[in-house]
């Protein structure tokens, strides 16, 4: 077994088999993101881009977590840093780590990469995260759309975040982020000043929850997330439901 350290060197290798000392890289990891979060706050101001954030009470709960959030655009970026808890972690497509600086600062970031084209290799790193994320006290922050998507609705969801969760039997902490459809383009990833609410949901627990249970947890976790999106939106959930 391997500790989230040992995944966080070694996620893209097959096999795990790269050896890492005492939590140095997630310690590291830890304070690089404080790092980044206290730079890349400061970027709404230059892009005319504010947030309005709720609940941030609901990351207070005991022990590790996973965070399931939207994913709209690079913009994302802002926004998960207005909200990031110090003790987290993110899941990302492992092409990410190949964009040169950013990759390599990605990387020092503590994010946990995944093969999307390979669920078998997908499944065996977020595996090795589920036994380990308790001992290593960390949340997980994951994408369920599994890619960008900004459309102003929801995409479905995959379903590694809550097989995650459920075996780890830590609770899903859903977070919204209001549809950017208003102020972003996202072909010509343009976009003018605007506001982005924010909304931290209560925690849905997963104790006593088995594999079984997976795809009703999903189902749960994207109606809440679905109708919180429509309504930070502005927009009818009747109206989308019948489109
Ligand atoms: C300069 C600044 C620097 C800043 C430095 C700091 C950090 C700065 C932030 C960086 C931030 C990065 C942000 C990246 C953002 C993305 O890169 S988003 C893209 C990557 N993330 C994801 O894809 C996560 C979501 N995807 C998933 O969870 C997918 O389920 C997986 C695991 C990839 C598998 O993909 P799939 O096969 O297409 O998915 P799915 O249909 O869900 O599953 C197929 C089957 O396998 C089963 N299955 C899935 N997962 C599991 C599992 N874990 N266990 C058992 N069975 C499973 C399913 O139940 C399903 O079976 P059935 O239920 O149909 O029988
Ligand atoms: C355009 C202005 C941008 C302003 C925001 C700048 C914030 C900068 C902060 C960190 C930058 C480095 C992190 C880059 C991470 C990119 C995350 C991302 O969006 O990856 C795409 C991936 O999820 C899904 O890929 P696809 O949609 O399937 O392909």
């Given at each position: ?8 060197s ?46 941030l009470?609901n ?16 913009l ?44 078998t ?15 290593d ?11 960008r998507?900004?459309t ?5 969801f ?27 383009n ?9 506001k ?11 104790k ?28 009818p ?7």
């Amino acid at each position: 077994m391997f500790s989230l350290t040992e995944l966080l060197s070694a996620s893209t290798h097959p096999g795990y088999s790269r050896p890492c000392g005492f939590p140095a890289l997630l310690l590291t990891a830890f304070l690089f993101c404080r790092i980044i979060k206290t730079v890349v706050k400061t970027f709404k101001y230059f892009f005319g881009v504010r947030f309005e954030v709720k609940g941030l009470e609901n990351f207070e709960v005991e022990g590790p977590a996973i965070i399931v959030s939207n994913h709209q655009s690079i913009l994302d970026m802002m926004g998960l840093m207005e909200v990031l808890p110090d003790d987290c972690v993110q899941v990302g497509k492992k092409e990410l780590m190949y964009a040169g600086t950013v990759g390599l600062i990605i990387y020092l970031g503590g994010v946990i990469f995944i093969n999307r084209k390979s669920t078998t290799s997908a499944k065996m790193v977020m595996a090795e995260v589920a036994k380990t994320m308790a001992a290593d006290k960390v949340k997980v922050w994951v994408y369920p759309e599994g890619t960008r998507n900004c459309t102003g609705d929801l995409l479905p969801f995959k379903k590694g975040a809550f097989h995650l969760a459920v075996q780890a039997q830590v609770p899903v902490i859903p977070v919204v982020y209001s549809s950017f459809t208003t102020f972003y383009n996202p072909k010509k990833n343009l976009f003018t000043s605007g506001k982005i609410k924010v909304e931290v949901l209560p925690a849905i627990e997963t104790k006593g929850l088995t594999s079984g249970d997976v795809s009703d947890l999903t189902d749960r976790c994207f109606r809440t997330m679905r109708e919180t999106l429509f309504r930070l939106s502005g927009c009818p959930s009747e109206a989308k439901d019948s489109s």
